[in-house]
């Protein structure tokens, strides 16, 4: 089922010029666009479905530094401050709060690693606390048994996915901007080698620039143009209940089950990094990239089915400028939900947290992780088509960072001084090697 969402007003007509379009209204395009219009130019955001509805609202929410890889750390931790800034500036509520993220634990090597972690991060200005057995007891009693131990990062905390991309949506119009929604990006338009438009299913826009934040999309997309984009997808469910246990933390993390209250005061369940890989075309061309990061996983990642073929994101054939694309035919994803980690999520929550018993399951939802081989960004403009910025491929990391991503992408974009380095964000870095390298903290 498709997870909660507040819908947004489209801009009626589409304009015939733009100074830049944004294709992809996640919460990468939203900000996008946002900090665009903030400067004074005309921006077109177009979306071949709804504000938010694909993974933007169907993750957890979590807008974290803790556990960050060094490379995204800086956007992280700005991100933190722009999503505060965005509440002031607009007036929008985005759901967003530091409430502090609480991760426990009773496995030494995990409790190792967010140490070392930890001390790399302080190192770097980024307040997290590690907790001692007795620490992490008093802030998990609602779960009613020991930890050796924890972390509470106190400056991280949580947005609202049902309304953050629809209220910046909102902001973008106040500003002068557009939003279309159900308007499919075809492709593109070329004068001497360089971007010269956006073809819609709705008509041209006349443009120097363009950001591709396709999500799920992208790689294929990427494709049509001529671009190598190593991108896969994992197939994540989640389930919520109703609220009415007020005494759990806002948040939980522990290996078996994580907990993230909603802005209903209701709670999402899921199981970190658990997944399912469904087969595609596009996935079985880049499965050397990504090779090092399944075999690294493979104990939360199990095969999937058919779904990423019914859905039609990655496939590798050619479409054309003046018929339906298959993002017309599939206009928001929405995969099969995995009944069995639905059960055992929720069964993992029920013996985590015992509170949780008398709360009625409302919804469960699943949507597509769009990944790098490294698990990082990829963020520059193209070099065989100039005009053209990616912005895809946040791993799971987009909704959190998103604030951060989409400021340094308007800098790029409008040639102001970018907010942080952006050159380890580069996808130039894919060509490289075949098999992606991980950062070192």
Not at 256 to 270: I, N, P, Q
Request: overall charge positive.
């Amino acid at each position: 089922m498709p997870a909660p969402l507040t819908l947004v007003e489209s801009t009626p007509e589409l304009p015939e010029r733009a100074d830049v379009v944004v294709i992809g209204a996640g919460i990468v395009g939203v900000f996008t666009a946002y900090y665009l219009a903030r400067r004074g130019l005309q921006v077109a955001l177009i979306e071949k479905g709804r504000v938010g509805a694909e993974q933007s609202s169907r993750n957890w929410g979590w807008c974290r530094q803790q556990n960050r890889d060094a490379r995204e750390l800086p956007m992280a931790t700005l991100a933190l401050d722009l999503w505060e800034r965005f509440a002031a500036e607009t007036g929008e509520d985005t759901g967003f709060s530091r409430c502090g993220l609480l991760y426990l634990s009773n496995d030494d090597a995990e409790l190792a690693g967010w140490a070392r972690w930890g001390n790399f991060a302080r190192g770097v200005g980024v307040k997290t606390q590690m907790l001692t057995a007795a620490a992490a007891a008093e802030h998990g009693r609602v779960t009613g048994r020991p930890w050796k131990g924890g972390v509470f990062s106190p400056t991280d905390g949580t947005a609202d996915p049902s309304r953050a991309a629809p209220a910046v949506a909102r902001a973008v119009i106040r500003l002068g901007g557009t939003v279309h929604q159900g308007c499919a990006a075809r492709g593109v338009e070329t004068e001497g080698g360089r971007l010269s438009a956006v073809v819609t299913e709705r008509g041209t826009i006349r443009t120097r620039a363009a950001v591709l934040s396709g999500g799920a999309w992208a790689s294929s997309f990427c494709r049509q143009l001529g671009i190598r984009f190593p991108q896969a997808t994992i197939r994540q469910t989640v389930m919520s209940v109703g609220p009415g246990a007020a005494e759990l933390p806002a948040t939980l993390h522990t290996a078996g089950v994580s907990l993230t209250r909603r802005g209903d005061g209701g709670y999402l369940l899921a199981i970190s990094g658990r997944a399912r890989v469904d087969p595609t075309p596009q996935f079985l061309r880049f499965a050397p990239q990504f090779m090092p990061m399944f075999l690294r996983r493979w104990r939360s990642l199990s095969p999937g089915g058919l779904e990423g073929l019914r859905s039609g994101h990655e496939r590798l054939a050619r479409w054309r400028l003046d018929a339906p694309t298959p993002m017309e035919r599939m206009r928001i994803l929405d995969p099969k939900v995995d009944a069995t980690t639905v059960r055992l999520t929720h069964r993992r929550a029920l013996e985590l947290v015992p509170a949780l018993k008398a709360r009625a399951v409302t919804a469960a939802w699943a949507g597509y992780i769009d990944s790098t081989p490294d698990g990082v960004p990829g963020i520059g403009e193209s070099a065989s088509l100039p005009g053209l910025l990616l912005a895809a491929g946040f791993s799971g990391h987009g909704f959190g960072i998103g604030p951060g991503a989409g400021h340094l992408i308007a800098d790029i974009v409008s040639g102001a001084t970018p907010i942080v380095d952006p050159r380890p964000y580069h996808p130039d870095r894919f060509q490289a090697s075949a098999w992606g390298q991980v950062a070192e903290f």
